[in-house]
């Protein structure tokens, strides 16, 4: 009995070591998959995770360009600051060094450097300047400024200082102002060195051939310089070769030629020139009158205001006699004045039959943008300009211009022009800077009659951008400019326009070209 007993305890012992082998066995097995399986998920998720972040690198995320004028308007941006600071600092720079604080504006000019860099670099990148970059340059930029402040440098000696230098600076700008616009009018009314052999050519006829200088004294007697029924124009210029151009152009787009006559009137050593030119040569039957501005006696300092200032600046009166053309023509009641850089395209003589309405001058409008308004023109911080004269009103211009010489002596403008030279002579006035037009404006505001712009089509001496339409519709285009087209570096595309009214196979023309 105890034997079987201790067999069926061992038996009973055996059986349950094998289920627990198989229990262990089994939970091994599972937790074998469940690593295989995490691992497996882990592997997943690091694949999932690299391929998001590579795309993540290629998607083109919106990059909002920086708009430099809106950043600088905010109040708290980072560019603002800099931009005051740098201004600030610029000021102390000067005071620094008139009171030989040569180390402290180092110091300022350095920093500026270091500001200007990189408001520079954010401008390339379009992107705002960010604090980490602003605040140590905004800090030491303000530690200078107070210390500059600590050296007396306060805010009363900064506008003292930068006062005068502002004024300094002024004068100087104004200087070369006036001096841009001598040397920029002395080469547009220049001729080309190997055309004033013509000039030498032409006076030398005069002085060899009688014939010619009766012919002269013959035609000053002619009736038709005086006939209202004519078509009479006026150019008062030097330059032999615009002249011929515009006299030229003119006739060729008339159909009755004959009934024009122009009126010249030039400086005396060109007088001989002019004249031998104009009698020498056929324009189509028209009459051709050449006066010099000495013969006009009357056109003295004590008539004029402008004479005894042209006299010290030593500037022409021919770019003057365009306010006294009822006193040089006394006889005549209608009259177109042309400029010597114009070309004419289509017949005038219509012009002669427009109504001005009563006004003195008939001429374009330049006003289709802000530039040409009046102030752009005047000065009217003046009050004797302001209360009487609409800064907003019209500009117009010169070149092309219908004058009724009844209205105008009527209205008595030459006596208005000599008003506002007077004014502008005033100690302090300053009505105006430079030319002739600001004096035209006044003289003839409120009597300017307006034309179609079709009539006259200006900025050929300087602006390419014209349209090709608007030049071909014109009656009147004006070289206008310091880019003459008789002059070498005139705009290309529009020199043809002048030459073909010159006859480049003129003997003299010939010669003198290729001499």
Same mark, same amino acid.
């Given at each position: 009995?105890?034997?079987?007993?201790?067999?069926?305890?061992?038996?009973?012992? +055996?059986?349950?070591?094998?289920?627990?082998?198989?229990?262990?066995?089994?939970?091994?097995?599972?937790?074998?998959?469940?690593?295989?399986?995490?691992?497996?998920?882990?592997?997943?998720?690091?694949?999932?995770?690299?391929?998001?972040?590579? !795309?993540?690198?290629?998607?083109?995320?919106?990059?909002?360009?920086?708009?430099?004028?809106?950043?600088?308007?905010?109040?708290?941006?980072?560019?603002? &600051? *800099?931009?005051?600071?740098?201004?600030?600092? %610029?000021?102390?720079?000067?005071?620094? %060094?008139?009171?030989?604080?040569?180390?402290?504006?180092?110091?300022?000019?350095?920093? /500026?450097?270091?500001? &200007?860099?990189?408001?520079? %670099?954010?401008? #390339? @990148?379009?992107?705002?300047? #960010? $604090?980490?970059?602003?605040?140590? *340059?905004?800090?030491?930029?303000?530690?200078?400024?107070?210390?500059?402040?600590?050296?007396?440098?306060?805010?009363?000696?900064? #506008?003292?200082?930068?006062?005068?230098?502002?004024?300094?600076?002024?004068?100087?700008?104004?200087?070369?102002?006036? &001096?841009?616009?001598?040397?920029?009018?002395?080469?547009? $009314?220049?001729?080309?060195?190997?055309?004033?052999?013509? @000039?030498? !050519?032409?006076?030398?006829?005069?002085?060899?051939?009688?014939?010619?200088?009766?012919?002269?004294?013959?035609?000053?007697?002619?009736? +038709?310089?005086?006939?209202?029924?004519?078509?009479?124009?006026?150019?008062?210029?030097?330059?032999?070769?615009?002249?011929?151009?515009?006299?030229?152009?003119?006739?060729?787009?008339?159909?009755?030629?004959?009934?024009?006559?122009?009126?010249?009137?030039?400086?005396?050593?060109?007088?001989?020139? #002019?004249?031998?030119?104009?009698?020498?040569?056929?324009?189509?039957?028209?009459?051709?009158?050449?006066?010099?501005?000495?013969?006009?006696?009357?056109?003295?300092?004590?008539?004029?205001?402008?004479?005894?200032? =042209?006299?010290? %600046?030593?500037?022409?009166?021919?770019?003057?006699?365009?306010?006294?053309?009822?006193?040089?023509?006394?006889?005549?009641?209608?009259?177109?004045?042309?400029?010597?850089?114009?070309?004419?395209? !289509?017949?005038?003589?219509?012009?002669?039959?427009?109504?001005?309405?009563?006004?003195?001058?008939?001429?374009?409008?330049?006003? =289709?943008?802000?530039?040409?308004?009046?102030?752009?023109?005047?000065?009217?911080? @003046?009050?004797?300009?302001?209360?009487?004269?609409?800064? &907003?009103?019209?500009?117009?211009?010169?070149?092309? @211009?219908?004058?009724?010489?009844?209205?105008?002596?009527?209205?008595?403008?030459?006596?208005?022009?000599?008003?506002?030279? $007077?004014?502008?002579?005033?100690?302090?006035?300053?009505?105006? !800077?430079?030319?002739? =037009?600001?004096?035209?404006?006044?003289?003839?505001?409120?009597?300017? $009659?307006?034309?179609?712009? +079709?009539?006259?089509?200006?900025?050929?001496?300087?602006?390419?951008? /014209?349209?090709?339409?608007? /030049?071909?519709?014109?009656?009147?285009?004006?070289?206008?400019?310091? =880019?003459?087209?008789?002059?070498?570096?005139?705009?290309?595309?529009?020199?043809?326009?002048?030459?073909?009214?010159?006859?480049?196979?003129?003997?003299?023309?010939?010669?003198?070209?290729?001499?």
């Amino acid at each position: 009995m105890r034997r079987r007993a201790a067999d069926y305890r061992r038996r009973v012992r +055996r059986k349950i070591s094998i289920w627990i082998w198989v229990f262990l066995g089994l939970f091994s097995v599972a937790g074998f998959v469940l690593i295989v399986l995490q691992h497996n998920y882990q592997d997943q998720d690091r694949v999932e995770t690299h391929v998001l972040e590579r !795309k993540a690198r290629n998607v083109q995320v919106p990059h909002t360009k920086l708009n430099l004028t809106n950043e600088i308007a905010r109040p708290n941006s980072y560019t603002r &600051q *800099l931009l005051d600071q740098m201004t600030l600092a %610029k000021a102390y720079v000067v005071l620094a %060094k008139e009171h030989n604080n040569l180390h402290l504006a180092w110091q300022l000019s350095s920093k /500026i450097r270091t500001c &200007q860099s990189l408001l520079s %670099k954010a401008a #390339m @990148n379009e992107e705002p300047i #960010m $604090e980490e970059e602003a605040e140590p *340059l905004i800090t030491t930029l303000s530690s200078l400024i107070l210390k500059s402040q600590d050296h007396h440098y306060d805010i009363a000696t900064t #506008m003292m200082t930068m006062k005068s230098h502002i004024q300094a600076l002024e004068e100087r700008a104004n200087a070369a102002t006036v &001096q841009a616009a001598f040397f920029g009018q002395l080469a547009a $009314e220049s001729v080309p060195k190997n055309l004033h052999c013509v @000039n030498v !050519k032409l006076l030398a006829d005069w002085f060899s051939k009688k014939t010619i200088r009766d012919f002269v004294e013959e035609k000053k007697n002619s009736p +038709r310089l005086l006939d209202n029924n004519l078509y009479h124009f006026c150019l008062f210029s030097d330059n032999l070769l615009a002249v011929n151009a515009v006299v030229n152009s003119t006739v060729s787009n008339t159909d009755h030629p004959k009934q024009l006559v122009f009126h010249v009137v030039t400086s005396e050593p060109n007088y001989a020139t #002019m004249e031998a030119w104009f009698v020498t040569n056929d324009f189509k039957g028209s009459m051709i009158e050449v006066q010099k501005v000495q013969d006009l006696t009357w056109l003295n300092a004590s008539y004029s205001p402008v004479v005894g200032k =042209l006299t010290q %600046k030593n500037e022409s009166l021919l770019n003057y006699l365009r306010f006294y053309i009822p006193e040089i023509y006394p006889h005549l009641e209608k009259i177109v004045f042309l400029d010597d850089d114009v070309i004419v395209q !289509k017949d005038l003589t219509p012009l002669f039959s427009l109504d001005l309405h009563g006004n003195v001058n008939g001429a374009v409008e330049t006003c =289709l943008d802000g530039f040409h308004r009046l102030y752009k023109y005047l000065n009217f911080s @003046n009050p004797v300009l302001s209360s009487k004269i609409d800064p &907003q009103g019209c500009g117009w211009a010169f070149g092309l @211009n219908v004058f009724d010489l009844v209205a105008w002596r009527n209205a008595n403008v030459t006596g208005v022009y000599h008003y506002w030279e $007077e004014q502008n002579s005033n100690v302090g006035s300053n009505l105006w !800077k430079l030319g002739t =037009l600001p004096a035209g404006l006044l003289a003839f505001y409120g009597r300017t $009659e307006p034309l179609d712009r +079709r009539w006259h089509v200006l900025g050929l001496g300087f602006d390419v951008g /014209i349209d090709n339409r608007l /030049i071909e519709s014109a009656a009147v285009i004006h070289f206008n400019g310091n =880019l003459k087209p008789w002059l070498k570096f005139a705009i290309g595309k529009y020199k043809p326009l002048w030459e073909r009214y010159v006859d480049m196979g003129h003997p003299y023309l010939v010669d003198c070209v290729t001499s």
